[in-house]
Structure formats: structure tokens, C-alpha cells
């Protein structure tokens, strides 16, 4: 990467009701092709009008970002996906089911696209955020917005300003951030390619497979499928290494009222849903009483973690896989390099 040096202004802005003035300023930036860092339901995004190709490119610098891994683009409304992809029924019956939310649509994309937002793809990935400052910004920029999260390539995404601040600062032009933290979700979104006849999750995320599930049998007999070798090559986002703490993160598991795998080591930091016995000795250990919770909290954690001085993360690797349960146990595995 290298070094930019920008001066990164910082306005906090408000989450019921942000601010005009604040966003006019924000959506400035964004039309005259420079990077805002917003909030959105799952993680922050790093944002940059998804149609100029020279503002898309500082993403991936800023970010450090592999070239061909594609963006998501981010509408706030329907008229917005009919300009970008080609949409059919089945697209968007899905979209006025599950929008806004935390679910990602891969579809056809329209010429309109550059081919640096969609990572050389013939292909483009559509969501319209579920949180009020993105919404807004989308609005005042009067564009679809591109983007992925607002951490360096590889690091655990960012759940909170000061992780934005950590990895962005003095590389994009602006932060908006709000002081929202209970209602995120705090992994990124579920993302299905619905290009071709048989729609596959390519990451599980936000929104519950089994919920998309219902719609898609319900409606078309249909259900998910899990992508084969070469429609995973079709989402380039799966094939690197993600969400990873500095240090090494371990898996264990709860099984029958027993850990599995649970190795005792004073010098590491327990994350999980179970307390672990008293006769381990970890350094540090954060309990979660739900698998909403532990998600929300899990990138904040690993950061938190790692600035404690530990030599490791051991994370309990939830059974559960319903609900935001199946994105959960995906990222813990990524981090742990077990994907
Ligand atoms: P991020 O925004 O960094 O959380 O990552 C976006 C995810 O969406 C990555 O896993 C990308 O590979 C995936 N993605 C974006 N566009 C496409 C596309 N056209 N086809 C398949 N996957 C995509
Ligand atoms: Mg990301």
C-alpha cells in the first residue's frame, strides 16, 4: 500500500435524523469522486460513487484492496436496481421482500457499471442498506454508492468509529459515524447470486438462509444452493483470507455441557457463549448471552483483543447455524484460517 496522507475530516451525525447540512457536505465529497466512510446496519462502508471508475480505484487503494474482488452497490431505491442490472420477476419479488436489510443480490449487470466496481465481472452485487444515514447519503449523492467495509484488506471489519478511524485515517476524505450500536448487526450482509437459473449463497451474512429459504420455496420451489468450485470463482470475496485479528484465532466448540478443543493459556484471550471453567486461566474473557450479540460484538472483540497484548484468541465456534448463527460461524472460521 502506499502511503497517502489526506486529511480525513470527522463529523459525528445524527442516527434518527442525520443532519442536512452534515450529508450535503458528505455527498460533495462522493460526487466529485472523493471516499466518505457511513454506518449501515451491518459494518461501516467505505463509500465512493459507484459509476465514477477513478473513485472506485482510491477504494481499493485505500483499502488495499485485491482489484478483482467486486463491490457492493449500494441503492435506496427499486427504480435505482432497474439502471444497474437486469432485474426479472423472481429478483424482484426477493427485493421488495427483503430490502432494506442485510442482503446482497448478484445479478447481470447493465454497461452503465464500470468494470472497476464490479471487479472485471459480467456480473454486479446490489443492497439497499436499512439504516437511515446511508439511505440519506445515497439520496444526496444522487448515485449508487460503492461500498465494501471501511477496515484495510483482511482485518476485522469495523463495528464503531474508532476502528474506522484506526484503519482510514489520513487515507479517505471523511468519517460520518453515529453512536447506534445496539441495533447493528455487526457482520457484513448475506449475499445470493440470482443471476442464473439455480440461486446460490455465496456468503451467509445478516439476513437467515432459512428466511430467503421460505421466500424463494414458497414462491418458486427453489432453494439455496452452496456454490461449486467454479461459480466460487464467480465470487472472488471467498477465496481470500478475512476478518482476521493480528494475532492467531483458534476454534473450540460447546458440545453436551463440554468444551472441545479448549486449550488453557494464560497468555490468550477466551471469546465465546459459554463460560469457560474456573480452573482455566485466561487473560482476558468476554461472554456473550446470545448469538446476536456475540456477532454484533465479535470484529469489535477480535480488535479489543488484540490490543490487550495476548498472544492468541480462542473462539467458541457456535453450533447453532440459524438465524445470524450460519454468518457467525463463517467469519469466526475465516479468521481462524479454517475457510
Ligand atoms: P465486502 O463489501 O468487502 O464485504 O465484500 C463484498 C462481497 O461481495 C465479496 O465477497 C465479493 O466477492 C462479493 N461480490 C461483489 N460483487 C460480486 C459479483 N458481481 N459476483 C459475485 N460476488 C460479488
Ligand atoms: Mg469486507
Known sequence: MSELKINTFKHKINYLEPEPEILEQAAKIIKRGGLVAFPTETVYGLGADALNAQAVKKIYEAKGRPSNNPLILHINNLAQAEKLVYLDDRAELLMREFWPGPITFVL?????????????????????PDNKIAAKLIEFADTPIAAPSANTSGRPSPTDFEAVNHDMDGRIDMILYSNNLNKNIGIESTVIDISEAQPLLLRAGGTAKELIDKVLMKNFNLKLAQPDEQSKRRSPGTRYR??????????????????????????????????????????KILIFSSLEDYARELFKSFRDLEAENLQGIIAELPEDESGVGLGLRDRILRAAGAL
Not at 447481470?108 to 439497499?128: C, N, S
Not at 474456573?278 to 487473560?283: D, G, Y
Open 242 to 283: 478475512h476478518y482476521a485479528p493480528i494475532i492467531p484465532v483458534k476454534i473450540c466448540y460447546f458440545k453436551d455441557n463440554n468444551f472441545i478443543n479448549l486449550q488453557d493459556n494464560n497468555e490468550w484471550g477466551f471469546i465465546g457463549l459459554h463460560e469457560p471453567d474456573k480452573n482455566f486461566n485466561f487473560k
Open 108 to 128: 447481470k449487470a447493465k454497461d452503465i457499471i464500470p468494470l472497476e466496481t464490479r471487479g472485471g465481472l459480467d456480473t454486479a452485487a446490489l443492497r439497499m
